[in-house]
């Protein structure tokens, strides 16, 4: 069974920083690309970023230059580092796995196989 597992969330100052986390067991990690995805209140889930196989990334131009997405296969583990926070990223962060490759950025959004229960987020002003 597929289980992914976020943690990191909380409530945070405009500007502050936050690093996610996303665990995942039940499946072979290095062979999945992953992403991170949001849902603000009354708004549709957005592509915040993945990563491929390989470590390729790629950014959704609203926190292109402030997020970053990492992975530890060996730990089978998703980061997202998110630094220069503001109320605008306040949202459900979800972590997600795609066993087919991103290839661009494209695929990069989706389909993805395998969803977290997601972490929330708060940025006050």
């Known amino acids: 069974q597929v289980q992914l597992v976020e943690s990191g969330g909380g409530l945070v100052q405009a500007g502050g920083s936050l690093r996610l986390s996303c665990v995942a067991s039940g499946l072979s990690f290095n062979n999945y690309a992953m992403g991170w995805f949001r849902q603000a209140p009354g708004k549709e889930r957005e592509f915040v970023a993945a990563?491929?196989?390989?470590?390729?990334?790629y950014y959704a131009d609203s926190v292109k230059g402030r997020f970053t997405i990492s992975r530890d296969n060996a730990k089978k583990t998703l980061s997202l580092q998110m630094n220069n926070l503001g109320p605008e990223d306040t949202a459900v962060y979800y972590c997600?796995?795609?066993?087919?490759?991103?290839?661009?950025?494209?695929?990069?959004?989706?389909?993805?196989?395998?969803w977290g229960q997601g972490t929330q987020v708060t940025v006050s002003s």
């Open positions: 990563i491929s196989r390989f470590g390729i990334t």
């Open positions: 997600a796995a795609r066993f087919k490759n991103i290839v661009d950025p494209g695929s990069a959004r989706g389909p993805y196989d395998h």
